[in-house]
C-alpha cells in the first residue's frame, strides 16, 4: 500500500462542488472554454472547475501552472475582492500564477483575453505539448512565436 501523502487533498465535498460548477457553466466560461478544451490553443492543454484544495480554479493549465479566473459581478463588492486577493496571494505561494478577467472582458474581446494568456504561458518558458511534438523548426521554434 502507497503511504506517500498526497499534495493536493481534496475533500469529496469539493469534488462534488468542482462538478457541479462543470455542470453549470455561464456564457463567458463557456465561450472560453470553447477555445481552450482540447488542447485547441497551441496545443495547451486547460482543464474547468479543478479542485486545489481548499479551493477551485475556474480553469487550470498544469504545464504552466497557469490559474484563469472568470470574474461576474459578484467578484466586483469590496469584502469579495478581499478574498480573492487572499486567495490568489496563497495560490502564488504555491507556485501558482493567477490571471483574472472580468465577464464583460471575455464577451467583448475575448482575442485581448487569449493574448494575456498566451504572453503568461510564454513568459513562464513552459513547452506546449505540441511544440514538442513537432521538428524544431531553423529559426528555433520558440513557444513564444506560437502566440504572435
Request: include cysteine.
Given at each position: 500500500m502507497d503511504e506517500r501523502p498526497k499534495l493536493n487533498k481534496v475533500s469529496p465535498r469539493l469534488r462534488r462542488f468542482a462538478r457541479a460548477q462543470r455542470q453549470d457553466m455561464r456564457?463567458?466560461?463557456?465561450l472560453?472554454?470553447?477555445?481552450?478544451?482540447?488542447?485547441?490553443f497551441h496545443g495547451v492543454k486547460f482543464k474547468r472547475q479543478v479542485p486545489i484544495a481548499p479551493f477551485i480554479a475556474d480553469f487550470y493549465c498544469a504545464s504552466a501552472r497557469l490559474i484563469v479566473e472568470i470574474d461576474g459581478p459578484v467578484h466586483e463588492a469590496e469584502e469579495r475582492r478581499r478574498r480573492d486577493q487572499a486567495r490568489d496571494a496563497w495560490l502564488a505561494a504555491q507556485g501558482f500564477l493567477i490571471l483574472r478577467f472580468s465577464t464583460d472582458l471575455v464577451l467583448s474581446n475575448l482575442g485581448v483575453v487569449m493574448d494575456a494568456i498566451g504572453a503568461a504561458i510564454a513568459d513562464r518558458g513552459f513547452p506546449s505539448p505540441a511544440s514538442l511534438r513537432e521538428a524544431p523548426s531553423l529559426a528555433g521554434g520558440e513557444f513564444a512565436s506560437a502566440f504572435s
Amino acid at each position: 500500500m502507497d503511504e506517500r501523502p498526497k499534495l493536493n487533498k481534496v475533500s469529496p465535498r469539493l469534488r462534488r462542488f468542482a462538478r457541479a460548477q462543470r455542470q453549470d457553466m455561464r456564457h463567458a466560461e463557456a465561450l472560453f472554454w470553447e477555445q481552450v478544451r482540447g488542447g485547441r490553443f497551441h496545443g495547451v492543454k486547460f482543464k474547468r472547475q479543478v479542485p486545489i484544495a481548499p479551493f477551485i480554479a475556474d480553469f487550470y493549465c498544469a504545464s504552466a501552472r497557469l490559474i484563469v479566473e472568470i470574474d461576474g459581478p459578484v467578484h466586483e463588492a469590496e469584502e469579495r475582492r478581499r478574498r480573492d486577493q487572499a486567495r490568489d496571494a496563497w495560490l502564488a505561494a504555491q507556485g501558482f500564477l493567477i490571471l483574472r478577467f472580468s465577464t464583460d472582458l471575455v464577451l467583448s474581446n475575448l482575442g485581448v483575453v487569449m493574448d494575456a494568456i498566451g504572453a503568461a504561458i510564454a513568459d513562464r518558458g513552459f513547452p506546449s505539448p505540441a511544440s514538442l511534438r513537432e521538428a524544431p523548426s531553423l529559426a528555433g521554434g520558440e513557444f513564444a512565436s506560437a502566440f504572435s
